[in-house]
């Protein structure tokens, strides 16, 4: 052939391809390479840790990071929306592209990794089974072809491997004095096989990742796109039938009621301490407990305990513990009451927000606690949030019904002092007491299709144990082929693959080849 006849098929080879391959292919090639998804995972990654190292303006102390950025910090970022990256467009632009990158792969890929699975290849010829990486040739003598694969398929099940015997048929061709194939004289034979394999599903481990994976982007993108996020306050006594929503504008905050289906009833607020006789800050704290009576229309009364890691979930509406005001409060107090006319001294408990009765019908009902207590301009405030100076104010109301109010002090008074004298006939003394902040802050994230529990519980779960099945788990494959060599000899073709892990492949391929030694010696072949 000439140089020009070449060059004018080659030619017409190349249009041929480029009328196959169109604009619509190529594109969808791209889109379903393997080099393009992991190029935007990467820079979803990448976008990630930006947002990690960026305080976001939806988190707290976000008013302040912002205020220590420098004017041009502040455009550059806040042009670029990397201050509430994860709802930027961009970000979830890169969601989506991944998202059709992975169904487009799956879709392109899974028919070849699905014919493993479905239609697993049971017969070989001799060379190819020569041509794995692990193989073995046995010869055998004094057995019938079934006594062999019986002892194959032993030798097999004892590894692990589910055992098929099968039949196939081989071409075999005289090879002349050149060792050209004559394929005028062409000899067909049949043969038994032995075919077991293991972990099959692994070559379907890649097309489990990816369900788990979308249904984490599916979640993710259905709840910021039907849910919220809000905070309230949550101080005992409190009710609200509304939550306070925050949209943020970079150094502007804007606040908007929205009401809820349902009432909201503060009843209790605990703060468990790790050291009873230190502050009620973070470093000092085991757990917050804040205790909520919910008042529904529909669905009547429920009490509910919202602890840090136990939130509460009632109708779409995921109650998490947040915060806490840390201005020093108490839970339950110990009031020593000392009788102005004599008489012993005796203990009374009271609850924050209760009331108790003495057995002379005194009535004592709380008031306020003031952990540093001070009279600013003739009214109780203080001047700290620690306890410095703990007193507690209380409503007594006397047998015959006279109202007054009493203050009682951590610190014992002088008797001189006016506003530690005796009310309603008692000497009022705060003894003991359970620390409690002022009040907590419960985070509610409205989520009506449950997508966040979908996506970071079943997405996120079935990911890691989706990755772990993938890369820990290998297909292992092994095939024998029994084919005679003279009269009552045979030959055992033995050849074995796997997807990973060739090293503890290999040694378990020499381990059936060395059983089906053993047992062929013990019958005497």
């Not at 140089?3 to 080659?10: F, I, N, P």
């Not at 960026?54 to 990071?65: E, K, L, M, P, S």
């Not at 015959?400 to 002090?409: H, L, P, Q």
């Amino acid at each position: 052939m000439s140089v020009a006849e070449k060059t004018l098929k080659r030619r017409a080879e190349e249009s041929v391809k480029s009328k196959l391959f169109s604009p619509v292919d190529r594109t969808l090639n791209f889109l379903s390479s393997v080099r393009f998804g992991v190029v935007q995972l990467c820079a979803l990654v990448l976008l990630s840790l930006v947002g990690m190292l960026i305080v976001q303006q939806n988190v707290n102390g976000f008013d302040a990071y912002f205020a220590s950025l420098t004017p041009a910090e502040k455009l550059v970022y806040g042009s670029l929306g990397l201050f509430d990256i994860y709802h930027s467009w961009y970000f979830n632009f890169l969601l989506l592209l991944l998202s059709l990158n992975i169904v487009l792969a799956s879709i392109e890929h899974f028919p070849s990794a699905w014919s493993y699975f479905a239609k697993p290849k049971q017969s070989a010829t001799r060379g190819w089974l020569l041509r794995q990486k692990q193989n073995s040739v046995v010869p055998m003598t004094g057995a019938s072809e079934q006594e062999i694969a019986e002892n194959i398929s032993r030798a097999f099940k004892n590894n692990g491997f589910k055992p098929r015997i099968v039949e196939g048929s081989s071409t075999l061709y005289n090879v002349d004095e050149n060792g050209s194939k004559n394929y005028s004289d062409i000899i067909s034979q049949t043969n038994l096989y032995v075919f077991g394999e293991s972990g099959k599903w692994n070559r379907l481990g890649a097309y489990i990742v990816h369900v788990f994976l979308l249904t984490l982007f599916l979640g993710h993108f259905t709840a910021l796109q039907t849910g919220f996020d809000a905070d309230v306050r949550m101080m005992p006594g409190e009710m609200t039938k509304e939550i306070q929503l925050i949209e943020f504008k970079l150094d502007k905050q804007e606040r908007f009621a929205v009401g809820l289906p349902f009432t909201i009833t503060c009843t209790d607020i605990q703060q468990k301490l790790i050291d009873p006789k230190g502050s009620i800050e973070i470093n000092n704290t085991l757990d917050w407990r804040t205790q909520i009576k919910i008042d529904d229309p529909e669905y009547g009364t429920t009490v509910a305990d919202v602890s840090l890691n136990k939130p509460f979930e009632y109708r779409g509406y995921r109650f998490f513990q947040a915060s806490a005001i840390t201005v020093g409060s108490a839970r339950t107090m110990s009031l020593e009451l000392t009788p102005q006319n004599g008489g012993q001294p005796f203990t009374v408990d009271l609850m924050r927000n209760g009331a108790t009765v003495l057995p002379d019908g005194t009535k004592i009902d709380y008031e306020a606690f003031f952990p540093d207590f001070v009279l600013n301009q003739g009214k109780p405030d203080t001047r700290s949030a620690n306890y410095v100076n703990p007193a507690v104010i209380l409503n007594i109301t006397t047998p015959d019904g006279e109202r007054k109010t009493a203050y009682a002090f951590g610190a014992k008074l002088p008797d001189n002092v006016p506003i530690g004298a005796p009310v309603a006939g008692y000497k009022w003394r705060l003894g003991s007491f359970e620390k409690s902040p002022l009040a907590h802050v419960l985070s509610i994230k409205y989520d009506p299709f449950n997508a966040a529990f979908v996506a970071w519980y079943i997405g996120g779960f079935g990911l890691i144990g989706a990755l772990c099945f993938v890369f820990f788990v290998s297909h292992k494959r092994v095939w024998a082929l029994i084919s005679p060599t003279d009269d009552d000899n045979y030959e055992v073709v033995f050849g074995g693959s796997t997807n990973r892990n060739e090293q503890g492949f290999e040694e378990k391929f020499k381990k059936i080849v060395g059983e089906f030694g053993e047992r062929k010696n013990a019958d005497g072949n």
